[in-house]
């Protein structure tokens, strides 16, 4: 068995404060006889950005502090929010025989336990409120209870105080001093680092392994080059979003990228994950792909579910067909899970304003009697929220573009609207040739 300790924390650099969570497990682990295991954010941070810091650097550093071993997670914080990383990785952890688990809190454990309470009888762990202290630690801790109904244990939650030094020691900020100070570490910030990081922290300095940076070269051409259909494929970017970065073409720096996500409304964290996922190129279906996965693994709660996320957009468009606003739908939907919606539908039938000219392009690259039904495997249809925000559609044909708006009915225009600002769930479509004309089925999740 082990002892896990700092999971919280991406040890970017290892600070004092860390060494105190070391120690602790440390302590714990004389009782026990049980090793200290840190397990290390790979390649990016729980926070979506690249690491100041290089994972080998770091994971000496740990070593350096006291940890027995460390374990390296990757693949997650640049397709998932931490309501559905943090399940993986404490899944992960049960898994491997963790049995207790210390970190750094500025509040008592019973305040933890009791502001965790709420999140493990919902079952949902999205939108824990930014003014409760310590909202990470209470959110791990709630992930914490919530996993016990599947493996038939937890890990023992440590809590100690969080260090200060003249303030909250913060690695934030010890990143701050060092690229302010021309890479050459501040007297003061070395009184915040054990010697042992300091020296580790010099070494990747002079290599020029500090820090690790984007690739702000393919992130800008993405943006600058991407088509609306092709941005709407690639997730955490919303309608409002790919129109204001068609709106701030072309870009030439960094300043100018994350203007164009504040005008569209996304947070700090929220804009480090999406410019993550652009740069990595994650699409909806790949996130989608993941978030299942663990979903039949029973990692992911139920009501996170990407069925749950189809069912509250399908719920909100009813709702909204009868006058309710938009947001107290969404909400009533997220705080009652007595609310079952059946025979959700996955496919959305759309007609199209196409001229005469365009009509006959599409017939003539579809075989076949076009009085039934047809399918094309070889023309695909993308979906996309157009400048002006209505639903779109863009046709490749004998190398043109088919450009026109989706004639559908309102309700199933604020479903689809919903679904695609989810962020995550994809929307695939097929063009059909009914008696009646052509066609645009569009898929929602189901191919």
């Not at 600058?224 to 941005?231: A, E, G, I, M």
């Not at 996955?346 to 579809?366: S, V, W």
Request: proline content about 4%; glycine content about 6%; hydrophobic content about 35%.
């Amino acid at each position: 068995m082990f002892v896990m300790i700092g999971i919280s924390a991406d040890f970017d650099p290892v600070h004092l404060g860390h060494v105190k969570l070391i120690e602790k497990g440390r302590e714990i682990g004389e009782e026990t006889g049980d090793k200290v295991v840190v397990y290390l954010n790979k390649g990016y941070s729980a926070n979506h950005a690249p690491f100041f810091t290089p994972f080998e650097a770091r994971k000496d550093m740990a070593l350096a502090a006291g940890a027995d071993k460390v374990v390296g997670i990757e693949g997650l914080h640049h397709r998932l929010t931490l309501a559905y990383s943090v399940p993986i990785r404490i899944a992960m952890m049960i898994e491997d025989g963790v049995v207790d688990y210390v970190d750094a809190a500025n509040v008592s454990t019973p305040k933890i336990v009791k502001y965790a309470q709420k999140f493990v009888k919902q079952g949902i762990f999205v939108g824990i409120p930014r003014n409760l202290p310590n909202r990470n630690v209470i959110r791990w801790f709630a992930v914490n209870e919530f996993l016990k109904n599947k493996y038939g244990r937890n890990m023992n939650f440590h809590i100690i105080p969080e260090m200060t030094f003249n303030g909250k020691i913060s690695g934030r900020e010890i990143r701050k001093s060092i690229i302010e100070n021309e890479m050459e570490i501040p007297e003061e910030t070395k009184e915040l680092l054990p010697k042992t990081t300091v020296k580790i922290l010099q070494r990747e300095i002079k290599k020029g392994t500090v820090p690790e940076n984007r690739n702000w070269e393919i992130i800008k051409k993405r943006m600058n080059t991407y088509s609306r259909p092709n941005l709407m494929n690639i997730s955490y970017l919303n309608g409002n979003a790919i129109n204001e970065i068609i709106k701030g073409r072309v870009y030439r720096d960094e300043e100018s990228i994350w203007a164009t996500f504040r005008r569209a409304g996304y947070g700090p964290v929220l804009t480090r994950l999406a410019i993550s996922a652009i740069e990595e190129k994650v699409t909806r279906e790949e996130v989608v792909k993941l978030m299942k996965s663990y979903e039949e693994k029973r990692v992911i709660p139920k009501e996170q579910s990407v069925d749950k996320v189809i069912e509250r957009s399908f719920y909100v468009a009813n709702n909204c067909e009868k006058g309710e606003l938009a947001s107290k739908a969404n909400e009533k939907f997220r705080s009652d899970p007595n609310i079952k919606i059946d025979n959700v539908p996955l496919f959305i039938d759309a007609g199209l304003y196409l001229t005469k000219f365009e009509t006959k392009i599409l017939k003539r690259n579809l075989n076949g009697n076009p009085k039934e039904k047809k399918e094309s495997n070889e023309i695909i249809p993308q979906i996309y929220i157009n400048k002006d925000g209505k639903l779109s559609c863009e046709i490749r044909v004998e190398n043109k573009k088919i450009k026109t708006n989706l004639r559908l009915h309102s309700k199933d225009v604020t479903y689809i609207r919903y679904i695609l600002d989810s962020q995550f769930i994809p929307v695939s479509a097929k063009i059909m040739h009914k008696k009646e004309g052509f066609r645009i089925r569009i898929f929602i999740h189901n191919k």
